[in-house]
T-cell receptor
Framework: AQSVTQPDIHITVSEGASLELRCNYSYGATPYLFWYVQSPGQGLQLLLK??????LVQGIKGFEAEFKRSQSSFNLRKPSVHWSDAAEYFCAVGGGSYIPTFGRGTSLIVHP | DADVTQTPRNRITKTGKRIMLECSQTKGHDRMYWYRQDPGLGLRLIYYSFDVKDINKGEISDGYSVSRQAQAKFSLSLESAIPNQTALYFC?????????????FGSGTQLSVL
């Protein structure tokens, strides 16, 4: 069965600092990996996705993620965080069923 | 207008009541999903439907039922609500594809069962 682990429940960063949110997955074949963001009072919005090819994936809002098969990881990064990035971030893994399984989420807090 | 619309946005109900959450979409997608979100637990799949005649249980379907009235409408019912069904409920849609579909989410329904 597919699964996702987001080891950090909360992450606090200062505005302008770099960010890395961790995601580890379990899947028996080549996974399809996603990062979604949930702003307060909103539904989830796709930031980026990985299917194959280049392991460094660029997304919206200046985010990127790197797929590392050897570590079963798909960490999300941003070089300089803005206050508007404060939100809940979800990693998800999909595959043959095409129905993604979501991690528990990481809440990002941005200090001015 | 939103592509995926959920009604109501908020609902407070009492234990034992029947309640229906509605979802409609204008994206023309065949696939629709219901998830619930609980703090610290992420999103868990309740039911999904790949077309009007196809309904499937997700990982936490007990206590819930669904109806796919049309391609654009997918309703979630709680036949007899209980307090541990208090959660944020999301409807989502996707278009069938060959590789890892993107989900489009509604804004959610916050349900409180007293």
């Amino acid at each position: 069965a597919q699964s996702v682990t987001q080891p950090d429940i909360h992450i606090t960063v200062s505005e302008g600092a770099s960010l890395e949110l961790r995601c580890n997955y379990s899947y028996g074949a080549t996974p399809y990996l996603f990062w979604y963001v949930q702003s307060p009072g909103q539904g989830l919005q796709l930031l980026l996705k990985y299917f194959s090819g280049d392991t460094l994936v660029q997304g919206i809002k200046g985010f990127e993620a790197e797929f590392k098969r050897s570590q079963s990881s798909f960490n999300l990064r941003k070089p300089s965080v803005h206050w508007s990035d404060a939100a809940e971030y979800f990693c998800a893994v999909g595959g043959g069923s095409y129905i993604p399984t979501f991690g528990r989420g990481t809440s990002l807090i941005v200090h001015p | 207008d939103a592509d995926v619309t959920q009604t109501p946005r908020n609902r407070i109900t009492k234990t034992g009541k029947r309640i229906m959450l509605e979802c409609s979409q204008t994206k023309g997608h065949d696939r629709m999903y219901w998830y619930r979100q609980d703090p610290g637990l992420g999103l868990r799949l309740i039911y999904y439907s790949f077309d009007v005649k196809d309904i499937n249980k997700g990982e936490i379907s007990d206590g819930y039922s669904v109806s796919r009235q049309a391609q654009a409408k997918f309703s979630l019912s709680l036949e007899s609500a209980i307090p541990n069904q208090t959660a944020l409920y999301f409807c989502a849609t996707s278009a069938p594809g060959t590789r890892g579909e993107k989900l489009f989410f509604g804004s959610g329904t916050q349900l409180s069962v007293l």
